[in-house]
């Protein structure tokens, strides 16, 4: 799951990704911590 989240992200444009995080969270930065976590998983 975690590298299926991490290819979407780095295959959707940068407004892709401001668009969902403000659809799916109140602060856009709580979206971008999570997909900072995410990418740090795949890389161990």
């Known amino acids: 799951i975690t590298n299926a989240l991490v290819e979407d992200i780095l295959s959707a444009s940068d407004e892709e990704i401001l668009a969902e995080a403000k659809e799916d969270y109140d602060d856009p930065a ?9 990418l740090i998983e795949v890389a161990r």
């Open 30 to 38: 709580e979206a971008r911590a999570l997909y900072k976590k995410a």
